[in-house]
């Protein structure tokens, strides 16, 4: 049995000697490449903290000393030595979760995979604990250099400054990225921490003396190492910062080291009071196909050759990502006055391209989204034209900016939403299922959402044209599809893609879901039910001509991959009855639920969210409501009365 199969608790480390908790760290390393080579996940972030996560398992007593993980991403070795080594079905439905999940161990606090929330997190636990006279528990919190540059890290740490008396450990991962290199003057000063030339000099010098001395020498150099670090931070004024905060500091100590960082964590544990241990480490550290990848060093894979790291399968056809970022260079070529902006995620979101051709019009602010988006505000003020790239879940913080600093001053910014409705395997804090139902309520806002490549094409050159307020594109992960081709567009630019028989059915398919409702409408066509398949493109405002179509027609069904309760088919009912147009509504979407990780297809079939479901419920909603011409016309003749048509009214 391996050492590792032979762990399944933090406590069974306890027993292990410090050249065993090495030998440890190598077979999670196999492991980890073996497995996520497998089913895809965040593999260079968890290679990274191998050594680190040990060292915390082996000093604090999980989870009566809570682990708090900034994002997540990098719990998958506190996954493995809390008991959870089945990673066949990582981030597959019945399998662990890609982030920390309460439902599947006591050792998971957090669920939230949303950056710099962790110390605000620290911060309550650890009040609570001393508020309850609980003083003997630690609360540990780990989060990544890249946190540093979020808002919310530097508001918790304003404030934790405020009751020392409580035991707080916040380590402090730091590999100089988050998704790519970290940015701004905190990667600056990190940056300079790591590589201070004093700090490096002593520190080798002092190991190779203590190294010649033997093993007593050995043994002095890691019992006083953390003290050292303290000492030689002092030197490099590397505390200096922290200092000013009125926190301790330990470090930088060499987070792939591990009798050193269980010597500083030990330390930080017996100094009751809030304390910074500052770790250096390598993403992707022990597997060269990472630290040799320099876009992202496989933060995120999908399934890989574990000898060469290569991607094994992958997509047929072109994605989204792709497509947004061949269109936004387009357009740079042709507007000087459009620049780029995104919070950390540069490559994630398709700016790469448009860096390289423009490297002076991009702006990463850092895992900062609210400060892009009133940044972005600020630009367009200045004559420029914005586009804010994010993923569509993390709007969501940013919604008071988008509200107040570029709708209320009529600000000409493009927001791009990329992985927006579900996204799959990352699970619920990821699904962008959020961004339709809390956008649409913004003032004179508008909303686009494409059914193929040429129209996100189309609607991107449309949305750097306005210049009077906030305009977004938003669109799935994964690939696009062919072309849909319209019938016919109307003047206020509704796509018309289909048109079958009686006008029974309008159905308005929301962004790619312009397929599903072809094939819906085919289904209808076999049972006799006449269909009209449009496609909104612009969903907000809704179009005066998706009035008058749904006037014409007995139901009208929308379907989008937004939350159902206040997305877009909501909006749609609330224009017709104030037109008043009596036409019947179903809105088809996102049970307003926190969904669990699993494959999209699998998300949309348990939401109902399939051809042939929503096909079924149109007919028996149709077929049980129509009142037959014949017997409408045999009731006239008898009573003189027309016989009243269930299909329409509110419903």
Known sequence: MSLLESISGPRDLDRLSKRELTQLAGEVREFLVENVSQTGGHLGPNLGVVELTIALHRVFDSPNDPIVWDTGHQSYVHKLLTGRQDFSKLRSRGGLAGYPQRSESEHDVVESSHASSSLSWADGISRAFARTSRDDRHVVAVLGDGALTGGMTWEALNNITDDNDRNLVIVVNDNGRSYAPTIGGMARYLNRVRTATTYRDLDEKSGRAAHRLGRVGRALYRGVRGGTHGFLSKLTNNSALYAQLDIKYLGPVDGHDLPALIETLEQAKRYSAPVIVHAITEKGRGYAPARNDEADQFHAVNKIDPKTGKPVGGRKGKDWTGVFADALVEVGERRTDVIAMTAAMLRPTGLGPFAERFPERVYDVGIAEQHAVASAAGLAYGGLHPVVALYATFVNRAF????????????????????????????????????????????????????????????????????????????????????????????????????????????????????????????????????????????????????????????????????????????????????????????????????????????????????????????????????????????????????????????
Do not use: C
Request: glycine share 10%; charged share 25%.
């Open 400 to 651: 008071d900016q988008v509200l107040m600093d570029v709708a209320l001053h009529k600000a000409g910014v493009t927001f791009v939403f990329d992985r927006s409705g579900v996204t799959g395997p990352d699970g619920p804090s990821h699904h962008g299922m959020w961004d339709l139902a809390l956008l649409h309520i913004v003032p004179h806002i508008r909303i686009a959402a494409p059914r193929d490549a040429e129209r996100l094409r189309e609607e991107l050159d449309e949305a750097v044209a306005i210049d009077d307020g906030p305009t977004v594109i938003r669109y799935p992960k994964g690939e696009v599809g062919e072309t849909i081709e319209a019938i016919e567009r109307t003047a206020d630019g509704v796509d018309v893609l289909a048109r079958s028989g009686d006008e029974d059915v309008l159905l308005i398919g929301i962004g790619p879901f312009a397929r599903m409702a072809l094939d819906v409408a085919e289904r209808l066509g076999a049972q006799g039910i006449g269909a009209t398949v449009i496609d909104p493109r612009w969903v907000v405002p809704v179009a005066d001509s998706i009035v008058d179509l749904a006037r014409r027609h007995r139901l009208v069904i929308t379907i989008e991959d937004g939350i159902r309760v206040g997305g877009i088919g909501t909006r749609v009912r609330q224009v017709l009855r104030e037109a008043g147009v009596d036409t019947a509504v179903d809105e088809l979407g996102l049970p307003d639920e926190f969904i669990d990780h699993a494959s999209r297809e699998q998300v949309l079939e348990d939401a109902g969210l399939t051809a042939s479901k929503i096909a079924q419920d149109v007919v028996s909603q149709v077929l049980g409501t129509r009142v037959p011409v014949a017997r409408q016309n045999a009731l006239t003749a008898r009573t003189g009365v027309a016989a009243k048509d269930h299909s329409r009214g509110a419903r």
